[in-house]
């Protein structure tokens, strides 16, 4: 499991980065070809063109940056489920916050995303509130 964590681990700074610089064609090609994008208030998307239009809409938003932390993983058969923490920031706070839950998935060698899906948090009603 420690070289799946590490693997996973690599693959979420790589997702960070291709966010937080901006570029959401990187983004989709961190996903499997059949992956399934399913983010809240949204129909499922499917397809790198799509799931690489949705992430730049949410840059366009202005969204700049993105945290992922995993809270766990668990291994079976030729997948690994993911649960983790996200923080969404703009330019001068955070933007929302939550919980997701990525099922990767092993394609010639690479993981890669194959069911993304995140909700946000209750967030406090004075965002200086919201946890750093």
């Known amino acids: 499991m420690a070289n799946i964590k590490d693997a996973i681990t690599a693959v979420n700074k790589e997702f960070m980065e291709a966010f937080n610089t901006k570029t959401a064609s990187w983004l989709a090609k961190l996903y499997a070809p059949e992956a399934l994008l399913l983010p809240p208030g949204v129909a499922t998307i499917s397809g790198e063109e799509n799931i690489c239009k949705f992430w730049q809409g949410v840059i366009d938003m202005g969204i700049c940056d993105i945290d992922l932390e995993t809270v766990s993983l668990d291994e079976a058969d030729a997948t ?43 967030q406090p009603a004075d965002a200086s509130e919201a946890p750093a």
């Open 80 to 122: 690994v489920t993911e649960v983790g923490q996200y923080r969404l920031h703009n330019e001068t706070t955070v933007a929302d916050q939550g919980k997701y839950l990525v099922v990767w998935k092993q394609i010639e060698g690479e993981w890669r995303l194959y069911r993304d899906i995140w909700n946000s948090d209750p």
